[in-house]
């Protein structure tokens, strides 16, 4: 707990005790005095006890509202409180009744406010555990010995030594040293990551193992753990249609049953004065009233709806889901198409060797003719080979390296002759060699003249795209559409293998926003169009959908500024998880919604009517506000889902 909870909860209990002692004093107890003193004395010693009581639990929420009607924000729940309390307090005291129900009220809606604050603190807490990545100074190395300095004065270039169990406070490139880096606070992945001179990394990393020299690329303004902390921080502000409701709703609730309590102490009475000739029992209609205010306070809904929002932005981010605000997590759940981008967020985006067909040799010696013929190439098909090959290239065993463009290359290998390359080279030669029926890049391979067999090089799907389809259309998506610029055939194969319903081929950037125009206009009043990108080349297309969602943006600049939410890895699973992550939120929205307002207008009518006591108002308040609170802290746990 904060200091400021522990005060409160010192208050509310001091403030329990000595109600507890008061009422255990009868108020007998107190008239004996009157002979001792003078006659009056028991009365007012009773009512100063019990006023010192109120002050101990109830001096903030005065001050709150005497502070809110000097600034013109009437009608908050302060006032009502305050109201409520005090007129209970000066009917109490005209009767000589019991001042208990005035200082329970209070007491107890003190319990729920420290209820509600601590439930708020835990979800603030869980963000910023997870994000828990600003880091608090960068090691520079300076005669020798390492300097600890603030990473917002690092320029851009300089190296910067981060020591195992220390976080990487810049992104940069590792420039010396080898080591494990956990990703968990960035990505809700728990697998570490190995990286080495060359590779590039990013701030908000766990260095595990070894020392790593960094040249940082960026300033730490720019780097992905300021802007991962920005976006984070300003989520609340961007408020959901059902926040906003609630604000409306409240603003003209609150008069709205201010004027009704008004009401009802003074038409009854007068009703029964002038009209009935009968007695006004005006005690009788401000209990009433009082009552009627206690129960109207509008908490349970402006305190549970936005935290049931943030507790899920919460929830989100813990498994590697940023969400820029409150109303991206509500138009995500009524996602009923979802657009896919292909290479980089349904196929790894890097070229591999699929397959080897009709092989002559073994397929590691197949491979590693063609990577040594192709080692001159720069070309992503020549390194893929070579990737495929695996060993160190020893150059001195190729010579005459011949490149015939748009078609292959030629080469001395070990004295031997090698051709590697499409169709148009092998009939070049007049090599014949066997068609390949599969979809990507086929390089075929002749050796001294005889043809030794094909390698299939393809955009290899990721691991769990197939399964991400199948769990969207689980989840209630109605349509799931790719597009890409790649050749009809690649796509038609990819869609094929996945199960996607539509595709489309051939498409540049721009071609790429007007089919999601076609599909906005196709679908226009069926739900929400999510499209889902690498981030770097969609951003037209991201910021045009309904929800543009960046996957695997670990870094991107453009996925951060463009999307509206952003899967910190290249999990295509995490979509679907998006989507029950924001129907989990939006349901709990709406059964605190329906629960609140219900409990709270059948209460409302039972004061009316006086059935219903403070002790009725108090569970109508308190009981319902702590409830809602605790259905909406639910958001917060959406690892099992």
Known sequence: MTKKQKKMLTRILAAALMLVVLKLIPAAGFSRLDGLLFPGAGRWLRLALYLVDYAVIGYDILRKAVKGIIKGRVFDENFLMAIATVGALALAIYENGDYAEAIAVMLFYQIGELFESYAVGKSRRNISQLMDIRPDYANIEQEGRLVQVDPEELAVGT???VQPGEKVPIDGVVTEGSSVLDTSALTGESLPREVQPGDEIISGCVNLSGLLYIRTTKAFGQSTVSKILELVENASSRKSRSEDFISRFARIYTPAVCGAALALFLLPPLVRLLFLGLDAQWGQWLYRALTFLVISCPCALVISIPLSFFAGIGGASRAGILVKGSNYLEALSKTRCVVFDKTGTLTEGVFAVEGIHHSSMENEKLIEYAALAESAS??????SLQRAYGKEIDRSRVTDIREISGQGVTALVDGSRVAAGNDKLMRCLGIDFVPCRSVGTIIHVAIDGA???HIVISDLIKAHAKAAISALKENGVEQTVMLTGDASAVAEHVAQKLGIDRVYSQLLPADKVEQVEQLLAERKGR?????????????PVLSRADIGIAMGALGSDAAI??????LMDDDPLKIAKAIKISRK?????YENIVFAIGIKLICLALGALGLANMWLAIFADVGVMVIAVLNAIRCLFVDKL
């Open 451 to 453: 043809y030794a067999g």
């Open 561 to 566: 500024e463009a999307a509206d939410i952003v």
């Open 378 to 383: 720069s070309h992503p098909i020549s390194r």
């Open 585 to 589: 939120c939006l349901r709990i929205v």
């Open 159 to 161: 190296v910067i030594v």
């Open 527 to 539: 739900g929400n169009l999510a499209f889902v990108g690498d981030g770097v080349n969609d951003a």
